[in-house]
């Protein structure tokens, strides 16, 4: 079973930076696709950024530019590097793999983990 523990987030004023890390056990880390995904309150989970397995990369709209998504395949990691951050960034972000594109893509996932606050405020 996949375990994914996301961490980094916290309060920023608005145009700084953050870095949010995901650790993943539980899958074949070189073999799966990655995604960072967004919750606001009372909105939709969103997909922010994905990566695939190759190290290609896909961003929403909305961050393209300020936001960058990679990953260390040694360490089981996936990091989200988050600068110009907006207050509309403000949501709880979460992680998830999978060996498909389209569930990336779709975020249909079963499961989560608990996800980490990004709060963007004067």
């Known amino acids: 079973q996949v375990q994914l523990v996301e961490s980094g987030g916290g309060l920023v004023q608005p145009g700084g930076s953050l870095r949010l890390s995901c650790a993943v056990s539980?899958?074949?880390?070189?073999?799966?696709?990655m995604g960072w995904y967004r919750q606001a309150p009372g909105k939709q989970r969103e997909l922010v950024a994905a990566?695939?397995?190759?190290?290609?990369?896909n961003y929403a709209d909305s961050v393209k530019g300020r936001f960058t998504i990679s990953k260390d395949n040694a360490k089981n990691l996936v990091y989200l590097q988050m600068n110009s951050l907006k207050s509309e960034d403000t949501a709880v972000y979460y992680c998830n793999v999978d060996s498909y594109w389209s569930r990336i893509l779709e975020a249909s996932f079963a499961s989560w983990g608990q996800g980490t606050q990004v709060t963007v405020s004067s």
């Open positions: 539980g899958s074949i880390f070189s073999l799966s696709h």
């Open positions: 990566i695939t397995r190759a190290g290609n990369t």
